[in-house]
């Protein structure tokens, strides 16, 4: 991830403080670039998951960015809700933060991870040794916006957001 997803939280929020959930995330630097402060809060059970929370709003967080990583992705509904219930926007990895009610996620297209996968597969079935294939990188991103949960938060989207977006749910 870089500061582009970044950059969209601030049109989005205008928020000065973002408050991230995993350890070793690259956006930490490209957030410094722009002038935003991070802060790290670990979290592995739905326990941490509310507590990680109370402390983002008793320290008076901006705005969320959740990272990629499976254990969220398992408990999105309550981290969809946790950020809705204390009006913290919040960016997410994959759209189906977005479709669960969640403000706006920019990461890969899943659809297209796929057909790569199936072009791997082709190949393999077709006799290429698969220590031969390149390690393939995800070439499509997605931006999904929920205006809805920009409309509840107070939020405005900027129409070039709303230009750029693949998905805006309305």
């Known amino acids: 991830m870089t500061a582009r997803p970044i950059s969209y939280s601030t049109e989005i929020g205008g928020c000065a403080s973002w408050r991230l959930k995993h350890p070793n995330l690259p956006p930490q630097a490209a957030a410094r670039t722009i002038g935003l402060q991070t802060e790290v809060f670990r979290a592995s059970s739905e326990d941490e998951i509310a507590a990680a929370f109370t402390d983002l709003v008793r320290r008076g967080s901006g705005a969320l960015l959740v990272a990629d990583d499976p254990m969220f992705n398992l408990h999105r509904g309550q981290i969809v809700t946790l950020a809705a219930r ?3 926007p ?3 990895y994959a759209r189906e933060f977005v479709s669960a009610g969640g403000l706006f996620s920019y990461g ?3 659809g297209d991870s796929y057909r790569q996968a199936g072009l791997y597969v082709g190949r393999i079935l077709k006799g290429t040794k698969p220590s031969d294939l390149p390690v393939m990188q ?7 916006i929920n205006r809805k949960t920009a409309n509840a938060l107070g939020l405005t989207i900027p129409d070039r957001l709303l230009a750029l977006a693949d998905e805006v749910i309305e």
């Open 86 to 88: 204390h009006a913290l």
């Open 90 to 92: 919040a960016m997410y």
């Open 108 to 110: 890969s297209s899943a």
């Open 138 to 144: 995800p070439t499509k991103f997605e931006l999904v």
